[in-house]
């Protein structure tokens, strides 16, 4: 059976191939076939036939010796062209200076794109394909997009003898835009190698710098004429000066910049407020290029080796006052506009260990509170001496077995808390309600003790914040922006950055005096629904090392409570009275809740403690500055 088959199939094959051989011998009759030839192609660049003929020339440095070499081509190829007398020169785009791995800055380049778009142009007559591009992606692309114009556009490549609109150029002109752009990544890890090898060993390019000019020696020497300038920029930002009016102010004098020019702008002095150099010192690899196409610099944040050279030449301003710039550099953002801040650690009293918290200053760290807070004890005083034990005594009702209702388990308008977030904070109602009339508060913290304190204070303290508003002499809550401190918060308690958390505050009052102490340890947690969606059911067990215990799911937050709590109603009425009254943290029998505290230095610097110019002299020479100016004003007058 098997066999028939195959028979007849190979049977069926045979037809069909000779149906094909028949089909293919015959032959057709002369007087009805006609041929009607193609037009003949022209040949946009070896013929002499009428064009419009662009020449583009680049060179990427702006060295004399390129300089000489962009001088060379544009007048070879204005020869060029002339030979040609049915050719007609439109320009000579010319790009000096620029790299050829993008087209960002390229604006010759770009602008002859744009005349072969409006139909200016017939033919682009190029050096070679490096010239052209360095970016295999930018060179094909270009060129495929030209050849699709109508009337197409062309572009010569005479080293390397390919025309763009040829049928048989596509392949050859990949070929060698591959090898341009690996060419030029060559180039760039080799300068790359160079300059590591140069910065190891002390040999350091010093560019010119506003301050300083170069000896023969190509060294940094201080600009006498420059360099109280640049003096008086450094003072005014330690003194508190924006940038905006240092640059107002420094144009009003009539200073130069470093171009000569009579504006300053904000960008130029933050610059000179970065530049290590003004210190004496040097620092290699800022910043690097991870795409030698894009050309996009980024900071070097460890991605690189870095070379740090101290007193490399002379300073113009400290070592201290740089580093005391950076860091108000770095917490400008928040609104910070004072000195070099410091904490400030309560001693004595009811806050004794509290440090306060500056709202508008992201330098401090975690362990820089700790530190604060503990310099506050001796080595061996415990820092919750003086507990109070309560318990019954006789006439006294028993309240042995009792709970104090805990009013977190209920929707209490009428409570003293405040809702924290990664970035902001609120307090509630009741809080602004018993402060009075209360605009500005300042908050403490004790690290150890996981204790947040709010009092009163004025705007004019440095510490101070802005936690409610008034409307029809009512006074309402309101949100703090809290960036620059509450991060170290959340790091300090242990906190998920991602959720919310809620503390529960006592009032306590005495002498006219009134501070409201919030215990962090126990927080009610506001966690995302969508978090508790993406996780499993194991996920959710564990809950437990957080310390939360899920109560309620609404609206867009699951709200927990601290895992104690789960199978309590309340404390144990003797428990929670001894509490109440530890809570007044009264360790030496003094009240004095207003106390401002002692001064805590930290450490700003790896090499030791940073010691700013201070603020009189800061306004001494800024004053000195801007009257000397004056006086050379009247005398020109004169």
């Not at 596509?170 to 140069?198: D, G, Y």
Request: charged share 25%.
């Amino acid at each position: 059976m098997n066999f028939m088959g195959n028979r007849r199939k190979r049977a069926k094959t045979e037809e069909s191939r000779d149906a094909v051989r028949k089909r293919y011998q015959f032959h057709t009759d002369p007087e009805n076939h006609k041929v009607i030839p193609a037009q003949k192609q022209v040949d946009y660049y070896d013929n002499d036939v009428s064009q419009r003929v662009a020449v583009y020339v680049r060179v990427s440095t702006d060295s004399a010796k390129q300089t000489s070499s962009y001088e060379i081509q544009k007048q070879y190829y204005e020869e060029f062209v002339t030979r040609h007398p049915l050719w007609t020169l439109v320009d000579i785009y010319a790009d000096e200076g620029i790299s050829g791995t993008s087209l960002a800055h390229r604006d010759a380049f770009n602008r002859m794109i744009s005349d072969c778009k409006a139909g200016k142009i017939d033919v682009i007559i190029t050096k070679s394909v490096s010239r052209f591009a360095r970016n295999i992606l930018i060179c094909i692309g270009i060129t495929r997009e030209l050849a699709e114009l109508s009337p197409p556009v062309g572009v010569f490549f005479e080293m390397e003898s390919i025309f763009s609109l040829k049928d048989d150029s596509q392949m050859a002109l990949a070929f060698q835009a591959t090898m341009a752009q690996e060419e030029s990544h060559v180039k760039s890890r080799s300068q790359n190698t160079s300059l590591a090898i140069r910065a190891a060993n002390g040999i350091l390019l010093t560019p010119e710098l506003y301050g300083y000019y170069l000896n023969e020696e190509k060294k940094l020497v201080i600009n006498p004429e420059e360099a109280p300038t640049v003096k008086l920029i450094f003072y005014m930002y330690l003194y508190g000066y924006s940038t905006n009016k240092i640059a107002e102010t420094l144009t009003a004098l009539g200073r130069p910049t470093y171009n000569g020019n009579s504006v300053w702008s904000p960008g130029t002095i933050i610059g000179m407020l970065r530049n290590e150099r003004h210190c004496g010192e040097v620092l290699t690899g800022k910043t690097w290029t991870p795409n030698f196409i894009t050309h996009k610099v980024r900071p070097n944040r460890g991605n690189l080796i870095q070379h740090r050279y101290s007193q490399h030449h002379e300073a113009i301003i400290s070592r201290d006052d740089f580093i005391a710039v950076q860091h108000m550099l770095a917490n400008a953002k928040y609104g910070n506009k004072s000195i070099l801040p410091n904490l400030c650690v309560i001693k004595e009293g009811s806050l004794k260990g509290f440090v306060t918290i500056h709202p508008r200053w992201a330098g401090f760290k975690a362990d820089n509170y700790r530190l604060a807070s503990d310099s506050a004890y001796s080595g061996s005083e415990d820092k919750r001496e003086n507990k109070v034990e309560i318990s019954a005594e006789t006439g006294d009702f028993d309240m042995r077995g009792f709970e104090m209702v805990r009013t977190d388990f209920f929707d209490n308008q009428r409570r003293l808390s405040v809702s924290m977030y990664d970035t902001k904070m609120k307090f509630s109602s009741e809080c602004i309600r018993k402060f009075g009339k209360t605009i500005y508060v300042e908050l403490l913290i004790h690290p150890s003790e996981k204790k947040l304190a709010v009092r009163a204070t004025i705007k004019s303290n440095r510490s101070a914040i802005a936690w409610s508003r008034v409307y029809e002499t009512i006074y309402y809550p309101r949100d703090i922006s809290g960036a620059a401190f509450i991060g170290t918060i959340y790091e300090l308690c242990g906190w998920n950055p991602e959720w919310k958390y809620r503390l529960n505050g006592v009032l306590h009052k005495k002498d006219g005096e009134a501070v409201i102490i919030f215990d962090m340890s126990e927080p009610e947690i506001f966690i995302p629904s969508y978090q508790n969606q993406e996780q499993n059911s194991e996920d959710r067990m564990d809950d437990a090392e957080h310390g939360a215990t899920p109560l309620v799911v609404s609206g867009k937050h699951i709200k927990v409570i601290p895992e104690a709590w789960a199978n309590k109603f309340g404390h144990q009425f003797y428990e929670r009275s001894a509490a109440e009254t530890n809570s007044r943290f009264n360790h030496t029998g003094e009240w004095d809740v207003g106390n401002e505290g002692t001064t805590f230095d930290i450490q700003y610097d790896e090499d030791g403690k940073v010691s700013p110019t201070v603020s009189e002299e800061l306004r001494s020479y800024i004053l000195s500055e801007i009257n000397t100016d004056a006086n050379k004003e009247v005398q020109n007058d004169e």
